[in-house]
């Protein structure tokens, strides 16, 4: 079994900057994918950022690109979301997930393990 657990989020002002830190224990993650999702009241589950193990490649959604960047520390088993100009829509809680099996990098579907997340709340 995998372990996830989310920390940094909280509560914010619109244009300030954040970093979500997911810290993975369980296992070694060797080429599997790491992502985070969110979701804010009332909404599905949406795609944020997603990074390939192997290749280092990195997936944003329209909504985060060029504010929010995501990276890995694979020594530490941990994975970071940077959220720069935060904005009220961007308030929700964030999921870190992990990936077992190929597929899409967007698709929540295809993500095995979840943390339990971490509240964002950026005020106008």
């Known amino acids: 079994q995998v372990q996830l657990v989310e920390s940094g989020g909280g509560l914010v002002q619109a244009g300030d900057s954040l970093r979500l830190s997911c810290a993975a224990s369980?296992?070694?993650?060797?080429?599997?994918?790491m992502a985070w999702f969110r979701q804010a009241p009332g909404k599905e589950r949406e795609f944020v950022a997603a990074i390939a193990w192997a290749t280092d490649d990195t997936y944003y959604a329209d909504s985060v690109k060029g504010r929010f960047t995501i990276s890995r520390h694979n020594a530490k088993n941990t994975v970071y979301l940077r959220m720069n100009s935060l904005k009220p829509e961007d308030t929700a809680v964030y999921y870190c997930?992990?990936?077992?099996?190929?597929?899409?990098?967007?698709?929540?579907?295809?993500?095995?393990?979840w943390g339990q997340g971490t509240q964002v709340t950026v005020s106008s």
């Open positions: 369980g296992r070694t993650f060797s080429s599997y994918d």
């Open positions: 997930a992990v990936a077992i099996y190929s597929g899409a990098y967007s698709t929540s579907s295809r993500y095995t393990y």
